[in-house]
T-cell receptor, first 113, second 115 residues
Framework: AQSVTQLGSHVSVSEGALVLLRCNYS??????LFWYVQYPNQGLQLLLK??????LVKGINGFEAEFKKSETSFHLTKPSAHMSDAAEYFC???????????FGAGTRLTVKP | DTGVSQDPRHKITKRGQNVTFRCDPI?????LYWYRQTLGQGPEFLTY????????KSRLLSDRFSAERPKGSFSTLEIQRTEQGDSAMYLC?????????????FGPGTRLTVL
């Protein structure tokens, strides 16, 4: 069965610094991969998704992620953190003909002024 | 497009009581998903509907849980004889299409506390 592991439950960066949130997947078949963001008291919002087209995926709010099959990774990055990026980030995986989406445990991003 | 809405946003109940949550998906979205999210964890899939048909249920969905989507519009999730372990955020999501890559739009969730 497919799964994702998010390395680091908490990440803290300074405003303007690089954001790197790590996600590794496990799947016996080619996966579809997603990053979601959750702000307090709100639902999850899709940041970006990998659907087997381009390996470098650009999303909203300046985020991007690169699918690396050799490393089974789909890390999320943003060149310069903004205070408004503080939130919980979830990586998720789904497979062709798969009914459910499997989420990681999440990474809480804190941005220091 | 008013987004996915869920009602109530918060529910506090005593152990052994029944509770029912409602989810209104985005209009004309074919699929509707239910997830459960506990503190410090990502959402866990419970079940989903394609129109009015319930197509898949997770093993997490015990016999005390039942979900419906009459007429393929809104959905309800009922938990009977609630237990303290049922305390969680219950999330609903919907998609317009049927592809695995379709974006799931999430509601704000219903936070259940069982005393």
């Amino acid at each position: 069965a497919q799964s994702v592991t998010q390395l680091g439950s908490h990440v803290s960066v300074s405003e303007g610094a690089l954001v790197l949130l790590r996600c590794n997947y496990s799947s016996s078949v080619p996966p579809y991969l997603f990053w979601y963001v959750q702000y307090p008291n709100q639902g999850l919002q899709l940041l970006l998704k990998y659907t087997s087209a381009a390996t470098l995926v650009k999303g909203i709010n300046g985020f991007e992620a690169e699918f690396k099959k050799s490393e089974t990774s789909f890390h999320l990055t943003k060149p310069s953190a903004h205070m408004s990026d503080a939130a919980e980030y979830f990586c998720a995986v789904r497979i062709l003909l798969g009914d459910d989406m499997r989420f990681g445990a999440g990474t809480r991003l804190t941005v220091k002024p | 497009d008013t987004g996915v809405s869920q009602d109530p946003r918060h529910k506090i109940t005593k152990r052994g009581q029944n509770v029912t949550f409602r989810c209104d998906p985005i209009s004309e979205h074919n699929r509707l998903y239910w997830y459960r999210q506990t503190l410090g964890q990502g959402p866990e899939f419970l079940t989903y509907f394609q129109n009015e048909a319930q197509l898949e249920k997770s093993r997490l969905l015990s016999d005390r849980f039942s979900a419906e989507r009459p007429k393929g519009s809104f959905s309800t999730l009922e938990i009977q004889r609630t237990e303290q372990g049922d305390s969680a955020m219950y999330l609903c999501a919907s998609t317009q299409g049927l592809a695995e890559t379709d974006t799931q739009y999430f509601g704000p969730g219903t936070r259940l506390t069982v005393l």
